[in-house]
């Protein structure tokens, strides 16, 4: 008895108990009344003190670093640790191709973390869907939409007419070259995400999102929670990759009863509003990879272990919510779909988007990672950025029932009374996976072949294996077997593979008049195979972000890359200047050149001047026209954002912060000291 009422406190103090949680002295209870109550109490201690150990877990996992891509499988290992892949193996995100279907994407298995929570998928390969248009239903999906055969394709006369002119829309788009052909119209980019949430179904498995290929081999969650510890616990594998480790916990306790949420994912893509230019999709540095394999940069470009990232200009910067990125995920609706119009007011805060100063509000239903608020009497509002240091954390409200709650009051004292309110919001997480550009090879079926065979008819029950004879080839296509592209269009070559490539090279396929067709798959590759005269064009850039780039480890990493990779451009940096030693400049630092903004009187701020910096490298890529954006030095408490470019033999200030001219004039030409 002693034990209990001591453990009771304990667990009192360490949750803080009030109101139900305190057994009542006055009333004095039966004997059994007590004990019930005692050991509810010790229930209700206990639950919260579990469900807090899920949130503990996630507070250390959130402060590690950023919300991205862990790890994947391992496969092999070396005499150096960066032999073992981690993040990269044969592909990022092992990525894959399944161009025989459809619409199916190849990615393997990936352990990411998101908003703290780290778990695993099952081997993804998912299809080329997006939130539903009109309906707001949990989880109603569509099929995305196929870009068009370009008309001046479709109207050729003869199929060989028509691959020349298709060849030549392939040759604009690798070229970015509107005015060869207008090919924005026809290769559309979708950016695919990965999206999670706590949800309260926790009994039955819900397949989190659709594959042709893969399911999760289980019955229910705690029966895949069983499986995958198995796993876990004699190292073992589901040969088919169909686990998925995905956390449960206990989001609320009440009255003594544990309420659980059931951690699920599901991958989707968005069609994005408009043409996304390739050079925007800038090549990120993985020397763990190129360094075993011996890859130079160049040879990178037809490697499947590539990653990017988005940034629309031709040099790097500061961001405060007003990247490409931010634009593009804010397109992306969270779980209420597309028609999510909903305004966070937690803590009585008004949101409003970074990008204006019109006080437009933020929709919260949609994925953003900053907002800003107004606050009485500051001038100026300040962008916040969501977390704590979570670079990726990209949230969208919902009002789906099926997602987990989370609620908090805040008092405030009017008038000698305490006036409370309550919010109650859900919220869901995503992360950028990939930009896939679709091409009008996935709706071009010059030869007109049929489309919704069934397998028993295509392959006339096993009698048919695609082989190049009339009784070989398979008769009429369907989803699996999207064989439209005749084999002439790409000519010859072959494409860098791996073992979960499915589509064949060329199969022999029975058009309408039961003519055979050598045709190849049509679905969508990370590169097509090399089209005569072309060469292979990249169709999948993968872009997710990696969780251990928001540690500071990877960041002076990350740096230091930067800086022994282009030693030149970066010289001034160095303790001891690398290389050979260029002339040293008015700074006083090989290769770096200081300057001087006017002086200005304006007051306030006051009498002042600023310095900027660029280095030779800089300084003459400005005067080829390349132009720069620098951040000046803060005096009075403030800096200037530049763009700058190089005319008539002088730096000049083209915009100053958002103006062309400072506001505190200084003038346009700075000088150099
Ligand atoms: C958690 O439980 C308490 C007690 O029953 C209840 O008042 C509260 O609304 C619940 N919170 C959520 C988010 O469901
Ligand atoms: C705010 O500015 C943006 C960009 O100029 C514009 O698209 C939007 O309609 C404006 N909103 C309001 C409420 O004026
Ligand atoms: C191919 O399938 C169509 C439709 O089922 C059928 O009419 C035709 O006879 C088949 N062709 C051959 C060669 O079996
Ligand atoms: C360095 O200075 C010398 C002498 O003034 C000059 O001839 C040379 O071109 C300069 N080199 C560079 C890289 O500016």
């Known amino acids: 008895m002693k034990i209990v009422l ?19 002295p006055t009333a004095p209870p039966s004997s059994l009344e007590e004990r019930v109550n005692q050991l509810k109490d010790i229930l209700n201690g206990l639950s919260r003190q579990v469900m807090l150990q899920q949130f503990f877990l996630e507070e250390r996992t959130r402060s590690d670093g950023n919300s991205g891509l862990k790890n994947t499988r391992l496969t092999r290992d070396g005499t150096k640790n960066f032999y073992e892949p981690s993040i990269i193996d044969i592909s990022y995100l092992a990525m894959h191709d399944h161009a025989n279907f459809d619409r199916t994407i190849g990615m393997g298995e990936l352990n990411p973390v998101m908003n703290g929570v780290e778990f695993r998928t099952r081997h993804n390969d998912y299809k080329l869907r997006m939130p539903s248009t009109t309906s707001g239903d949990f989880h109603a999906t569509e099929d995305i939409p196929y870009p068009d055969v370009p008309p001046s394709v479709s109207s050729k006369p003869t199929v060989e007419d028509q691959i020349q002119e298709m060849r030549e829309y392939f040759r604009a788009f690798k070229d970015q070259n509107t005015k060869h052909r207008d090919y924005r119209p026809f290769f559309k980019p979708v950016l695919c995400y990965l999206e999670a949430a706590w949800t309260l179904s926790t009994k039955k498995l819900d397949e989190p999102f659709q594959s042709d290929r893969h399911f999760i081999d289980a019955e229910s969650w705690f029966d895949l929670m069983d499986k995958v510890r198995f796993t876990s616990y004699t190292g073992s594998k589901s040969v088919l990759e169909n686990y998925a480790y995905m956390p449960t916990t206990i989001y609320n306790v009440s009255d003594g009863i544990p309420q659980y949420a059931q951690w699920n994912y599901r991958i989707l893509c968005h069609p994005l509003a408009d043409d996304l230019p390739t050079k925007y999709l800038k090549r990120e540095e993985d020397l763990m990879y190129r360094l ?12 499947r ?15 405060r919510g007003m990247s490409i990125l931010d634009d593009l995920m804010y397109q992306i609706p969270g779980k209420d779909n597309y028609q999510a ?18 006080h437009t509000l933020v929709n919260s239903g949609y994925y953003h990672r900053y907002f800003k608020i107004l606050r009485k009497g500051a001038m100026g509002t300040k962008s916040i950025h969501r977390g704590f ?12 029932e099926r997602i987990a709650p989370m609620s908090t009051k805040s008092c405030e004292r009017v008038r000698h009374q305490s006036v409370c309110e309550h919010w109650t919001t859900r919220y869901s997480y995503a992360l950028p996976l990939e930009i896939i550009y679709m091409t009008p090879l996935l709706s071009w079926n010059p030869y007109n072949i049929r489309y919704d065979a069934t397998q028993k008819e295509l392959t006339d029950n096993g009698r048919r294996n695609g082989g190049s004879t009339v009784d070989k080839a398979y008769n009429g296509t369907n989803f699996r077997f999207f064989y439209h592209t005749p084999v002439e269009f790409y000519g010859s070559g072959k494409v860098e593979s791996d073992p979960a490539d499915t589509a064949k090279v060329g199969a022999g396929v029975l058009d309408q008049d039961g003519q055979v067709r050598m045709m190849t798959s049509s679905g969508v590759r990370i590169r097509t195979p090399d089209i005569v005269g072309v060469g292979s064009v990249r169709t999948r850039y993968p872009i997710m972000p990696v969780h251990g780039e928001g540690a500071p480890v990877w960041k002076e990493l990350n740096a230091l890359k930067e800086m022994t990779m282009n030693m030149k451009r970066y010289a001034s940096l160095y303790e001891e200047w690398p290389g050979v030693v260029e002339n040293v400049t008015s700074s006083g630092l090989p290769g770096l050149h200081q300057f001087e903004l006017s002086l200005t009187q304006l007051d306030p701020p006051g009498e002042h001047t600023h310095y900027f910096y660029l280095n030779s490298v800089e300084l003459e890529e400005l005067k080829r026209g390349i132009n720069k954006k620098v951040t000046t030095s803060q005096e009075l408490a403030h800096s200037h954002d530049l763009m700058l470019e190089y005319r008539a033999n002088k730096v000049r200030i083209v915009k100053c912060d958002k103006s062309p001219n400072c506001w505190d004039g200084h003038s346009q030409y700075p000088t150099e000291v």
């Open 6 to 24: 001591v453990l009771t406190l304990a667990l009192c103090l360490a949750v803080t108990c009030h109101g139900k949680a305190t057994p009542t």
């Open 389 to 400: 240091s979570d670079a990726n954390l990209f949230v969208a409200q919902t009002s789906q």
């Open 292 to 303: 075993p394999n011996r890859k130079t940069i160049p040879q990178m470009v037809r490697s």
């Open 305 to 319: 272990a590539e990653r990017f990232r988005l940034n629309s200009k031709e040099f790097d910067h500061f961001d």
């Open 341 to 358: 119009d909903l305004h966070d007011s937690s803590y009585g805060m008004v949101m409003e988007d970074v990008r204006y100063n019109n």
